[in-house]
């Protein structure tokens, strides 16, 4: 189920979930899942903004963790 979205300025809508966040580029059409397996602390996600100006992506979950996902290096990181 989608509960958030957001666009960022790489023309990638990014939509927080129930079950992880997806990524999908309008320009490309490829697309990405992000869960907790291997990227997520928790994936139930409550609210996702990106900060236009680095490109990065913050999202928070319903367990207060906020996940950050870095546009240079495409890796997450996480606040507990």
Do not use: P
């Not at 989608?2 to 790489?10: C, E, G, H, R, Y």
């Not at 320009?27 to 409550?46: F, V």
Request: glycine residues 6%; proline residues 0%; hydrophobic residues 30%.
């Amino acid at each position: 189920n989608a509960l958030t979205s957001t666009i960022d300025k790489d023309s990638n809508i990014w939509v927080g979930t129930t079950g992880g966040i997806f990524r999908y580029n309008l320009l490309t059409q490829e697309s990405k899942i992000y869960r907790n397996i291997s990227d997520l602390i928790s994936s139930h996600i409550s609210y996702i903004t990106n900060d236009q100006t680095d490109g990065n992506i913050y999202a928070s979950s319903i367990d207060g963790i906020i996940e950050i996902f870095d546009a240079k290096t495409q890796k997450w990181s996480h606040i507990t």
